[in-house]
């Protein structure tokens, strides 16, 4: 019997050794949900995949809703307590890197062979800093598409193309306002979505928050024509501009009440379970220009203090494989293989968003982006308001250089 | 007390102090040293700065209307919390019909979480698909619809009326205990020497109960100056800074822009402002115990 009970033991003593050196390495990785796409599920079956493929590496998922995610990771960084890798949002990725927290990949992605041709060019960059590559892009969206009701757009006799265009997309808001009905759904509160949106426009008419020696560019003239338009076109948007979010376009958009709002194709899926007959074209620009949208996205990062730098790029480089990244994002995966494959199977008009992707532009990857970002914000409530537009980017550009 | 007494008086206080030493007041320290630094996320090493920072803060235009936004929200709630509460008290406090009923029902704002209240209030606020501009056209108190929350001149006011409603039962529930406490003789006194029901509450109901009053003033103005969560879900300070007071700058500078100097800073002037209304508190809450031990 003691020796029965002795055999036993030894054998699951020797079974648990086993399971142990089977997994010696724990990954933690954070994510955040934007979506109710269910996808921590389709993530933890990607794990089980990486995990079947290296059975010596344990990863556990942290997911977490999108507006507590940037105050979690800063707290974790700040307490030491950060895990070994995370999405960071593009306009995040300066700021981790200036402050160490972030490793530095350069070396790995070269050895993996990982290079920009394989992602999306300004996803991409949005990693790099100072020549070094601190993430390797996971997913991307673009700022804007305009969404619009095919029903108002054809009871105002409008043709959905001419939306593309800043005449275009003014005479239509003007023709389908009216009665309860909003021709556009601008929206302005203090929050990174206006910022997108508004600098769409900036960027299709030629202009660019930042000049290419970092000195702000908001009151040149390209930007401040786009903000002067911008401050136009707010009379056929619903009231209330300074405190509307995308979501609250969206709230509108779904009643029927808003003709054409601004969301990124991440709004798909909502609305192709709406009942709205629903098209959407590419961004807005003047006559004979293209629209440019503005980048949005994340990028995984391996985290400096993290003891399993090695066992994190393996996990990075599996989930940004052209055949598991499009597994486990609820934007547009990174990688453009699996972005094509994604789009063909889940959104509408592939090769349109393909094209809006490929002339994106990013927002300034600046360590304080932030901060330049406050200043925009403050600059887009002002414009919204009906302040002088040269005069208000004028005192957003001093903000904005007094950062340097 | 033998001097062992207080020897084991202290030793069991201890741990109770080192907890709140460790997790009150060590924080607190913290904010008041990172103050004196210029730190933000990108910058790991501290640089001294000394008064420097307070010095920047302070002629930052952003300071201005965070101070006086603060102080138009903190005494806007205050006043008509305390007037709604008490004058709510006044009415549960008479025999009505249906009173344990009522007052569960005038309850139901209190116990409301923040957060819950600030988005239930965003929809009724909303300009096109609020039932507060709706209500207000059908009753012909308007004429068009407003955006409540989005123009710079409502705005605070909005959000001042979502926390009394919200708090005004927290009053409400102090002030009807404290009405209860009022000597019925002295009431039917001053009704036998004629006095109608305004001297009665002048000369009789509010000198009974002035201290509760002024503990219950003291105590609504600290949580209010502290309060975050109405104004950040329902405006994030916005529109145009219009809403933006002490909390909401701390959060938004520290973890909105990584900034944490800066927000210390604010940290530490918003504490000598909570220091100040306890230290008024405690004052008060002395003089009513005085007050009470004699009487």
């Known amino acids: 019997m003691r020796q029965t009970l002795f055999t036993t033991v030894s054998a699951g003593a020797l079974a648990l050794a086993g399971a142990a050196s089977a997994q010696e390495v724990t990954l933690q990785f954070w994510d955040n949900q934007q979506t109710e796409s269910g996808l921590s599920q389709f993530q933890q079956e990607a794990v089980d995949r990486f995990t079947e493929e290296n059975p010596d590496i344990a990863v556990e998922v942290t997911t977490i809703p999108y507006p507590e995610y940037q105050q979690r990771l800063l707290t974790a960084v700040q307490g030491g307590n950060a895990p070994d890798i995370a999405t960071l949002d593009q306009i995040w990725v300066g700021a981790f890197a200036a402050a160490g927290a972030v490793a530095d990949l350069t070396a790995m992605a070269e050895e993996a062979g990982l290079t920009r041709d394989g992602f999306f060019g300004g996803a991409w960059d949005s990693a790099v800093v100072d020549g070094a590559l601190y993430g390797i892009p996971f997913n991307v969206d673009v700022w804007q598409f305009s969404f619009y009701n095919a029903a108002l757009l054809e009871a105002a006799g409008v043709d959905p193309e001419s939306l593309t265009t800043f005449e275009g997309l003014r005479a239509a808001a003007e023709a389908m306002t009216g009665d309860g009905q909003f021709g556009v759904g601008l929206f302005g509160h203090r929050g990174e979505d206006t910022v997108a949106v508004v600098n769409s426009f900036i960027f299709s008419n030629g202009g660019a928050v930042l000049a290419e020696d970092g000195s702000c560019a908001l009151n040149e003239a390209p930007a401040v024509e786009a903000l002067t338009y911008l401050q136009d076109l707010a009379q056929f948007a619903p009231d209330g501009i300074l405190n509307a979010s995308s979501g609250s376009m969206r709230e509108l958009f779904l009643n029927g009440s808003l003709a054409v709002e601004f969301w990124p194709a991440l709004e798909q899926p909502t609305l192709q379970q709406s009942e709205i007959d629903w098209g959407f074209v590419n961004g807005t620009a003047p006559e004979g220009m293209t629209p440019v949208g503005t980048f949005g996205g994340w990028n995984l990062a391996v985290f400096e203090s993290s003891e399993n730098k090695e066992a994190a790029w393996k996990f990075i480089e599996f989930m940004t494989r052209e055949d598991v990244n499009g597994d486990v994002v609820d934007l547009i995966p990174a990688n453009v293989a699996a972005a094509e494959d994604f789009l063909a199977a889940n959104r509408d008009g592939p090769d349109r968003i393909m094209e809006h992707l490929s002339n994106a532009q990013a927002r300034p990857l600046s360590p304080r982006y932030l901060e330049v970002a406050e200043a925009q914000m403050t600059l887009y409530q002002d414009v919204f308001s009906g302040a002088d537009v040269q005069e208000a980017a004028d005192e957003a550009c001093a903000a904005i250089d007094a950062l340097n | ?295």
């Open chain 2, 1 to 295: 007390m033998t001097r062992k007494d207080r020897w084991l008086l202290w030793i069991f206080l201890a741990p109770s102090l080192g907890l709140i030493g460790l997790f009150l007041y060590w924080p607190m320290v913290g904010t008041v040293i990172e103050s004196f630094y210029a730190t933000s996320f990108i910058s790991p090493n501290p640089e001294f700065v000394g008064f420097d920072g307070y010095r920047e803060v302070f002629s930052d235009r952003d300071f201005d209307d965070v101070f006086w936004n603060s102080i138009a929200w903190t005494l806007g709630v205050v006043v008509f919390q305390n007037m709604l509460g008490f004058l709510a008290a006044m009415l549960l406090n008479q025999g009505l019909p249906f009173r344990g009923v009522t007052r569960a029902l005038v309850l139901m704002p209190f116990v409301l979480p923040g957060v819950v209240t600030a988005i239930l209030w965003r929809f009724m606020y909303d300009p096109q698909l609020g039932l507060v501009n709706s209500l207000m056209i059908r009753t012909g108190l308007a004429s068009e619809t407003s955006a409540w929350l989005a123009n710079p001149d409502t705005a605070m006011a909005a959000v001042i009326f979502v926390a009394v409603w919200k708090g005004f039962p927290f009053s409400m529930l102090i002030y009807l205990a404290a009405l209860q406490t009022v000597d019925r003789s002295q009431l039917e006194a001053a009704t036998l020497d004629g006095a109608g029901p305004l001297r009665r509450l002048w000369d009789v109901t509010l000198p009974a109960i002035r201290h509760v009053i002024l503990v219950n003033v003291v105590l609504t103005l600290i949580l209010t100056f502290n309060y975050f969560d109405i104004v950040w879900v329902m405006t994030r300070g916005g529109p145009q800074q219009a809403t933006h007071i002490f909390p909401t700058k701390i959060y938004e500078t520290g973890f909105g822009q990584f900034r944490f100097g800066e927000a210390a800073t604010y940290g530490v002037v918003s504490i000598l402002v909570l220091a100040v209304l306890v230290a008024l508190y405690v004052i008060v809450q002395a003089g009513a115990n005085r007050r009470g031990r004699r009487t």
